[in-house]
T-cell receptor
Framework: EPEVTQTPSHQVTQMGQEVILRCVPISNHLYFYWYRQILGQKVEFLVSFYNNEISEKSEIFDDQFSVERPDGSNFTLKIRSTKLEDSAMYFC??????????????FGDGTRLSIL | EDQVTQSPEALRLQEGESSSLNCSYTVSGLRGLFWYRQDPGKGPEFLFTLYSAGEEKEKERLKATLTKKESFLHITAPKPEDSATYLCAVQAWQGGGADGLTFGKGTHLIIQP
């Protein structure tokens, strides 16, 4: 069964450094998402991406964050000048379609980001 | 602001003991309500989508139902492998095509042999 793949599984970074989290969505999916889950808290939406541009973003997704689809298979989340509070599990998700069809979002197993 | 509240936070059942998990929601306009299962250290695994009040979906020992204010995930004769955190999420009509999900905190379910 096709799945969303995320790398690395665990990233440790010094505060103030930049990190790039990588995701390979399911191949025929067109809509891509990033979420985060701080330890012990709920999963929170960050951003959605369609047709090479941001479709929707939450208040969490400020100028510190950016997303990119650099080629036909990868989808990345860049976090600049990392802070201690950025420590969380980051999940990538993809869906076959959005809009009225409302296909479910399928999630990867996440990247655990630890800021020291 | 969209909100999702799940109860109970944790539930411990004996194998074979049926029960229900609750998801109460408020959303400006419901596009869909989703149930996911999350195992420790893993991402949410899709279970069901419900679109309108009165709709029901079933998969093995799980059945999801939807009203205008809440959804229930009924688990019948559970087995230890059903132990997981069950997440409820709503998607609202935002006008765009790729709308984010608003999740609840989940119900941590433990099935004892």
């Amino acid at each position: 069964e096709p799945e969303v793949t995320q790398t690395p599984s665990h990233q440790v970074t010094q505060m103030g450094q930049e990190v790039i989290l990588r995701c390979v969505p399911i191949s025929n999916h067109l809509y891509f998402y990033w979420y985060r889950q701080i330890l012990g808290q709920k999963v929170e939406f960050l951003v959605s991406f369609y047709n090479n541009e941001i479709s929707e973003k939450s208040e969490i997704f400020d100028d510190q964050f950016s997303v990119e689809r650099p080629d036909g298979s990868n989808f990345t989340l860049k976090i600049r000048s990392t802070k201690l509070e950025d420590s969380a599990m980051y999940f990538c998700a993809s869906s076959e379609a959005g809009g009225a069809n409302n296909q479910p979002q399928h999630f990867g197993d996440g990247t655990r980001l630890s800021i020291l | 602001e969209d909100q999702v509240t799940q109860s109970p936070e944790a539930l411990r059942l004996q194998e074979g003991e049926s029960s229900s998990l609750n998801c109460s929601y408020t959303v400006s306009g419901l596009r869909g309500l989703f149930w996911y299962r999350q195992d420790p250290g893993k991402g949410p695994e899709f279970l069901f989508t419900l679109y309108s009040a009165g709709e029901e979906k079933e998969k093995e020992r799980l059945k999801a139902t939807l009203t205008k204010k809440e959804s229930f995930l009924h688990i019948t004769a559970p087995k230890p492998e059903d132990s997981a955190t069950y997440l409820c999420a709503v998607q609202a009509w935002q006008g765009g095509g790729a709308d984010g999900l608003t999740f609840g905190k989940g119900t941590h379910l433990i099935i004892q042999p």
